[in-house]
């Protein structure tokens, strides 16, 4: 399943490759630490989470995290636009994993969870503004929550347009995050 397909990638060099390439859409040259993947996932009620979508899923560092918590009833939509993650992400061997090489800003239907890798203080603003009401709207129906990572604090005027949130620094990450979950408002 999912976790001997992460187990057997070193993706190091990828990150970097692409962070020179496009550091507007990468926003790190490393991927997330295992503190960093816990402490997301360990804040999250489970047992409802049925339609669940990360977005700018990269590698699949955390994705492996989130298959590793959710019921085998569950639907994990991964959204990534960079094609060689997507490559990656397609060796997935997991039904209730699908890719959907695309933007954020074109999410469709309603979820449970949506959990961001998205590196919004580097994205066009309009971008985040869009890629935001969107995910606002499809948590909206079922009640559900963004828990999402930045590496600074400099976009809670933005997500504050949208949801409220509570925050938590994680210090043990390169470089070191800020964990936000976050209610539609």
């Known amino acids: 399943m999912i976790a001997s397909f992460f187990s057997q990638k070193n993706h190091y060099q990828l990150y970097i490759k692409n962070f020179i390439a496009s550091p507007a859409s990468m926003g790190t040259v490393?991927?997330?630490?295992?503190?960093?993947?816990?402490a997301i996932v360990s804040n999250?009620?489970?047992?409802?989470?049925?339609?669940?979508?990360e977005i700018g899923a990269g590698n699949g560092v955390m994705t492996r995290y989130i298959a590793n918590e959710i019921p085998e009833k569950s639907s994990l939509e991964l959204y990534e636009i960079n094609r060689d993650f997507i490559a990656i992400l397609n060796q997935?061997?997991?039904?209730?994993?699908?890719?959907?090489?695309?933007?954020?800003?074109?999410?469709?239907?309603d979820y449970d969870l949506i959990i961001s890798g998205l590196p919004f203080l580097s994205l066009h603003k309009k971008t985040s503004m869009r890629i935001l009401k969107k995910v606002r709207q499809s948590l909206?129906?079922?009640h559900g929550r963004l828990?999402?990572?930045q590496y600074t604090q400099g976009c809670e005027r933005l997500f504050s347009r949208y949801f409220?949130?509570?925050?938590?620094?994680?210090?043990?990450?390169?470089?070191p995050a800020w964990v936000y979950t976050c209610v539609p408002k």
């Not at 999250?44 to 979508?53: L, M």
């Not at 997935?92 to 239907?109: F, N, Q, W």
Request: hydrophobic fraction near 35%.
């Open 30 to 38: 490393m991927p997330s630490s295992r503190w960093l993947c816990y």
């Open 164 to 175: 409220s949130f509570t925050k938590e620094r994680v210090y043990r990450n390169f470089p």
């Open 44 to 53: 999250i009620d489970w047992r409802n989470c049925i339609k669940i979508a």
């Open 140 to 142: 909206l129906k079922n």
């Open 147 to 149: 828990v999402l990572f």
């Open 92 to 109: 997935i061997e997991d039904p209730r994993v699908t890719v959907k090489p695309c933007s954020a800003e074109y999410l469709r239907g």
